[in-house]
Nanobody, 115 residues
Framework: QVQLVESGGGLVQPGGSLRLSCAASGSIFRLYVMGWYRQAPGKQRELVATITSSGGTNYADSVKGRFTISRDNAKDTVYVQMNSLKPEDTAVYYC?????????WGQGTQVTVSS
């Protein structure tokens, strides 16, 4: 059973930076697409970024140029570096892994951008 554990969230001022990590259990991590999503209060969960097994990336327009997704297959971990944070980036951030016939989600980590 694959499990994902996010970390790195917290409170940051506008313009600040955070790096979120998502550690996966299981050696299959390196074979599949990983993603970061977020959900703000009262809103639907939305895509932040995805990364393929070979490192190809895709970003939501709202985070392009500010966020960078990366993965370390040796550590079974995916990251998102978030710079120039805005109050509208406030949300619970979730990582996921897309397996054949299934999508596994982490428990989420809160990011709050506020002065």
């Amino acid at each position: 059973q694959v499990q994902l554990v996010e970390s790195g969230g917290g409170l940051v001022q506008p313009g600040g930076s955070l790096r979120l990590s998502c550690a996966a259990s299981g050696s299959i991590f390196r074979l599949y697409v990983m993603g970061w999503y977020r959900q703000a209060p009262g809103k639907q969960r939305e895509l932040v970024a995805t990364i393929t097994s070979s490192g190809g990336t895709n970003y939501a327009d709202s985070v392009k140029g500010r966020f960078t997704i990366s993965r370390d297959n040796a550590k079974d971990t995916v990251y998102v570096q978030m710079n120039s944070l805005k109050p509208e980036d406030t949300a619970v951030y979730y990582c996921n892994i897309r397996l054949p016939g299934d999508i596994i989600w982490g428990q989420g980590t809160q990011v709050t951008v506020s002065s």
